[in-house]
């Protein structure tokens, strides 16, 4: 692999993880209630907090393979 290519694919790379953040703050925004699903677990004791979004997740993991399989079939065309 050349400088080239290694230079476009972190350019790439760059923008994918800039419109990822600007999806994720958007839906922050927008009252997107991910993070505080129904069965996303949060324990709090004295002096400790622990968070497990296992919910979330499983809807994030659903819509991303939704999402990665339809574009995979457009560009196969």
Do not use: E
């Not at 790439?12 to 505080?36: C, K, N, Q």
């Amino acid at each position: 692999m050349d400088l080239s290519s290694l230079g476009k694919a972190i350019v790439v790379l760059g923008a994918v993880l800039i419109l990822a953040g600007g999806l994720i703050w958007l839906l922050g925004r927008s009252g997107v209630p991910l993070g505080r699903l129904p069965g996303d677990l949060h324990i709090q004791r004295d002096g400790m907090s622990c968070y497990f979004p296992i919910v979330s997740m499983i809807v994030v993991s659903i819509l991303l393979t939704i999402i990665l399989n339809i574009v995979v079939r457009l560009l196969n065309r």
